[in-house]
């Protein structure tokens, strides 16, 4: 029986950026913190993105896009903790680096990662989530979520190495 997998690159995005928006600055409100320009910057570039980045590579992507921007690195770094908090996003930890963060607002997915690389692969699998949801109730556990992430090393690098 050969399994059927769903491999992207890129799930879609369930909102628009204004609805992200207003959720943005409801979270903002509700913590009893200012909504800046410099916030609306780290939400924008992680909406155009869409991938899995380090808080290193948003600031940079931000100082990129916004060369006059006044974002620090510690406003990066506490937005996206408050934004993991708040389940805004969703914070991937390979081995090869730091944490990596993704909008929590795509399609649900899993990630499968080079442990040489680093290479994240999404994907969605029916079988898969029905054999969680199946262990989930065989131990009394309604299921309200999950993530899961598989560590691998990737083609190109198994070639690479003669793995």
Same mark, same amino acid.
């Given at each position: 029986? #050969?399994?059927?997998?769903?491999?992207? %690159?890129?799930?879609?995005?369930?909102?628009?950026?204004? $609805?992200?928006?207003?959720? @943005?600055?409801?979270?903002? /409100?509700?913590?009893?913190?200012?909504?800046?320009? #410099?916030?609306? #910057?780290?939400?924008?570039?992680?909406?155009?993105?869409? %991938?899995?980045? $380090? &808080?290193?590579? !948003?600031?940079?992507?931000?100082?990129?896009?916004? &060369?006059?921007?006044? $974002?620090?690195?510690? %406003?990066?770094?506490?937005? !996206? !903790?408050?934004?993991?908090?708040?389940? @805004?996003?969703? +914070?991937?930890?390979?081995?090869?680096? +730091? *944490?990596?963060?993704?909008?929590?607002?795509?399609?649900?997915?899993?990630?499968?990662?080079?442990?040489?690389? =680093?290479?994240?692969?999404?994907?969605?699998?029916?079988?898969?989530? *029905?054999?969680?949801?199946?262990? +989930?109730?065989?131990? =009394?556990?309604?299921?309200? =979520?999950?993530?899961?992430?598989? @560590? =691998?090393?990737?083609?190109?690098? #198994?070639? /690479?190495?003669?793995?």
């Amino acid at each position: 029986m #050969q399994t059927e997998y769903k491999i992207e %690159t890129e799930f879609k995005c369930f909102v628009d950026y204004r $609805t992200l928006l207003l959720d @943005f600055k409801k979270i903002i /409100k509700n913590n009893k913190l200012k909504f800046t320009r #410099q916030r609306e #910057q780290i939400l924008r570039e992680l909406f155009s993105l869409r %991938t899995h980045i $380090t &808080p290193e590579e !948003l600031y940079q992507k931000i100082h990129d896009s916004y &060369p006059k921007s006044k $974002t620090g690195i510690a %406003t990066v770094y506490r937005t !996206l !903790l408050l934004l993991e908090k708040e389940n @805004f996003v969703t +914070a991937i930890v390979s081995e090869k680096d +730091a *944490k990596r963060y993704e909008l929590a607002s795509k399609a649900h997915h899993d990630h499968i990662i080079c442990k040489s690389c =680093g290479l994240i692969v999404e994907f969605s699998n029916d079988d898969v989530e *029905k054999i969680q949801e199946i262990t +989930a109730n065989s131990l =009394g556990f309604k299921v309200v =979520g999950h993530s899961m992430q598989i @560590f =691998g090393i990737c083609q190109k690098c #198994q070639e /690479k190495d003669n793995l």
